[in-house]
């Protein structure tokens, strides 16, 4: 009976993290798995997904993953996150933009700039959100989220303190990048269109300095709120 | 005796507030009298600077303010402070540059830009901070702060949640701030250089957007870190 079958907050789906190679990449398979997603590894090339999938096999075997080149990783995914370096955001989006048309693109890209990745420089469109947004139109909604996330924490089996701030011009892709966010065990917040992405990804040069100059590991902020009185 | 004589974390001073006009100002004023520094109300003209001591003496009558112009007042305060609306910030600064020179300036202002205040809209120069420090030049100490911190809540005798992030080129101006918002009753954290106050002024149009869409009330942001396990 329908009353009867136990119904979860939301579909199983097919994510696929495209540079999924890195610690924050494989932070997001790993929790994603156990939530019961399926996961896809891509990467620039077949054998470095495949590295990335063994590697991720080590560290938690209980997560399987298939290995794809990130042009069939964007087509086979039901949702498509994007956790590249700032220099390989554009060259990778461009790669696989066609197979984006109809999705949510969950991009995790902090425009860092080394050497002084404790000092915000933001892109000239204002944030790599709205860069991504911008390169692929209207038909991909793009939602950012996990910025300010330290990678270590996420392949943990851990509480994390941190807050998501989800920011994206459709409501309905916020509401579900912020079910996943809570299905990965964070906190996610509406943090307003795409263009507010900037206030997450400048955030990350601010914890690195509150990290360098305060007695506190792995900073991250968290949203309060109060009642006046 | 020296050791036996009270000292305080910081000297008493004299803090004049541009602008002190607004809730913000009103607040920064009662919290500071009531930490014992002096405060000065500057404003557009002396009538105005007057009628904002007279509002403050209404509501916080402990908390003595002497009112003049905004000049004067840049030249009579050991510290600056400044909280007029992002469309005056330009102009009051330039009226105020030759007092500055050897000063902190505290810069609270936020470039929100109606009707759009909850999407996130940085000036050309990356921030209002940034712009406020390139048009007084090196001899004034921008600091900026207070960004996310609700105005009403300032004004009462609350404890607030919200922390503030202190950003400025100059460590020992940052260090003087961050004394300052303690006097006010809140948590300050090093947030790295001038540029990095993008990441606050970004932040409030994404707590406009929160208090918007969850069941919160003047959210604010709550620094928080943790260690590796």
Redesign the interface.
């Known amino acids: 009976m329908a009353t009867k079958t136990a119904t979860t907050a939301s579909a199983k789906q097919s994510i696929a993290i495209l540079g999924g190679t890195g610690d924050l990449g494989t932070g997001l398979a790993i929790r994603w798995s156990k939530a019961g997603h399926t996961i896809i590894i891509g990467s620039r090339t077949q054998e470095k997904a495949q590295a990335a999938v063994d590697h991720l096999a080590k560290i938690s075997p209980k997560t399987p993953a298939t290995p794809m080149l990130n042009a069939d990783a964007a087509k086979a995914g039901d949702i498509v996150v994007l956790t590249v370096p700032f220099a390989h955001q554009v060259s990778t989006l461009e790669g696989v933009k066609s197979a984006l048309a109809g999705k949510i693109l969950i991009d995790v890209t902090v425009p860092l700039i080394p050497p002084k990745v ?5 892109p000239p469109e ?2 790599a959100g709205k860069r991504a947004q911008l390169l692929l139109g209207d038909a991909v909604m793009v939602v950012t989220a996990f910025q300010n996330v330290a990678a ?2 996420l392949q ?1 089996d ?1 509480h ?3 807050d998501v ?1 989800v ?1 994206g011009n459709k409501k309905v892709a916020r509401d579900r990048v912020i079910e996943l966010v809570e299905e990965a065990g964070l906190r996610g ?5 795409i ?2 992405s ?3 990804e ?2 990350t ?7 360098r ?2 007695d ?14």
Chains 1, 2 share one sequence.
């Not at 040069?205 to 990290?211: D, E, G, W």
């Not at 506190?216 to 009185?229: A, M, N, P, R, T």
């Open positions: 404790g000092t915000v420089q933001l204002g944030s270590h924490l943990q851990v994390i303190e941190c701030l920011a917040w509406h943090a307003g269109p263009e507010n900037a206030a997450a400048a955030l040069s601010v914890l690195i300095q509150i990290n100059r305060h506190i590991s792995h900073s991250g902020l968290k949203i309060v709120g109060q009642e006046d009185h």
